[in-house]
């Protein structure tokens, strides 16, 4: 199957890296917002990751120019009935991301394939909100979208080979590497990752060191790139935390099980680099 235009719901980090990424690789891109405010944000966010590309020698002026004339934004989910592709990047929570895709459905003519950016969720549970579930599909983007080279495909108990191999033929033609994982919650990369960052929460919230020296010690001694502290500053404490619960829901398991802190901080609204403060302060 032929993608040709792609809509994108949610104008977020991450939807608005999804929907810059597309762009560039050549696609018409409607993406989606659910305020005028939310929208011009995403919309100065991709402007801002262009400008940085060309600045940096990493995209012409001439083709950065071309992917932002691609992109249109909207208020309205009915203005991406006629994409062949729809990716939905909401909120990590499986009422809101249900909600989304049940709409889409009616929507959306029957050729077209939807796909979740969850991290965590259960894609055979999204799919049976709609009417097609065979062309559900997981495609998880990894944040900043336009730099992570990496796409994680979930295939749903009802999702179709031809669906599969179109998404991955999809995501390749975006530069990025695929890696298939099965319906199983957290997938490969937050099954492993999220125990981990939740302990560091953890080993601070008990006193085992400093912020700054957890992060040190992990970086240095397990040559991350970045301490585990700082790694959930960027992916944002809420969203973390979301994904925490949803794993510990299903596995009734303690290391998936949110710490204190964590729940605390979110509550709190600190969370992270978007709201300007988290584990550290961010901003003026």
């Not at 235009?5 to 999804?18: N, T």
């Not at 009417?131 to 997981?138: I, K, L, S």
């Not at 601070?204 to 700054?212: C, I, P, V, Y």
């Not at 510990?248 to 680099?273: C, I, T």
């Amino acid at each position: 199957m032929a993608m040709q235009r792609v809509g994108v719901v949610g104008c977020g980090l991450m939807g608005s890296g999804i929907a810059e990424v597309c762009a560039r690789a050549g696609y018409q891109v409607v993406v989606r917002e659910v305020s005028q405010e939310l929208l011009q944000r995403g919309l100065e966010r991709i402007e801002a990751s262009l400008r940085r590309a060309v600045e940096r020698g990493k995209l012409e002026a001439e083709r950065a120019k071309q992917a932002r004339e691609a992109i249109q934004g909207t208020l309205l989910l009915r203005d991406l009935a006629d994409s062949d592709l729809v990716i939905e990047a909401v909120i990590e929570q499986m009422a809101e991301k249900r909600a989304v895709l049940r709409e889409l459905d009616g929507l959306c003519p029957g050729h077209t394939i939807f796909a979740s950016n969850t991290s965590s969720l259960s894609i055979t549970e999204l799919a049976s909100a709609t009417q097609r579930p065979d062309r559900v599909v997981g495609m998880h983007f990894f944040n900043p979208v336009p730099v992570m080279a990496l796409v994680e495909l979930v295939r749903g108990l009802l999702t179709s080979e031809e669906t599969l191999q179109t998404a991955r033929a999809f995501a390749e033609s975006l530069g990025k590497t695929v890696v298939v994982a099965k319906d199983y919650p957290g997938f490969i990369v937050n099954l492993l990752l999220v125990p981990f960052l939740l302990d560091a929460v953890r080993a601070l919230e008990m006193g085992l060191a400093t912020r700054e020296d957890i992060d040190r010690a992990v970086t240095l001694g397990l040559n991350h790139p970045m301490g585990p502290l700082t790694l959930l500053d960027f992916v944002g404490l809420d969203t973390t935390y979301y994904i925490a619960e949803a794993m510990y829901a299903e596995f009734k398991d303690s290391r998936y099980a949110p710490p204190p802190l964590l729940r605390k901080m979110v509550q709190a609204g600190h969370l992270g680099r978007k709201s300007g403060r988290g584990f550290y302060t961010y901003g003026g």
